[in-house]
Nanobody, 124 residues
Framework: QVQLVESGGGLVQPGGSLRLSCAASGITLARYTIGWFRQAPGKEREGVSCISSNGDSTYYDVSVKGRFTISRDKAENTVYLHMNSLKPEDTAVYYC?????????????????WGQGTQVTVSS
């Protein structure tokens, strides 16, 4: 049974940092494209970042480029989202997901397995 578990969310002040983790069981993340998405109240789910199976390709939404970094730890079967210079508009539930489609994509319909999400709140 495939399970994805996100962690690392919380309350942080503007300008602060968080590291989100996406840990998997029942599946080897290194074989798939992994994406991070977020959904704020009243808004549609949007793609934040993703990394290809071999790690050679990454994607960042323009709103997070230069502030967020996605990375893999194959030994830990985990994907991370390092978030710096956080802004109030980054507040949302963050989800990780698995796609079998090669390359990178921010289209949620291409992702098959999803975690339960972790809340990130950026506020003073």
């Amino acid at each position: 049974q495939v399970q994805l578990v996100e962690s690392g969310g919380g309350l942080v002040q503007p300008g602060g940092s968080l590291r989100l983790s996406c840990a998997a069981s029942g599946i080897t993340l290194a074989r798939y494209t992994i994406g991070w998405f977020r959904q704020a109240p009243g808004k549609e789910r949007e793609g934040v970042s993703c990394i290809s199976s071999n790690g050679d390709s990454t994607y960042y939404d323009v709103s997070v480029k230069g502030r967020f970094t996605i990375s893999r730890d194959k030994a830990e079967n985990t994907v991370y989202l390092h978030m710096n210079s956080l802004k109030p508009e980054d507040t949302a539930v963050y989800y990780c997901a698995i796609s079998a489609v090669p390359g990178t994509s921010n289209d949620p319909s291409e992702y098959s397995y999803w975690g339960q999400g972790t809340q990130v709140t950026v506020s003073s």
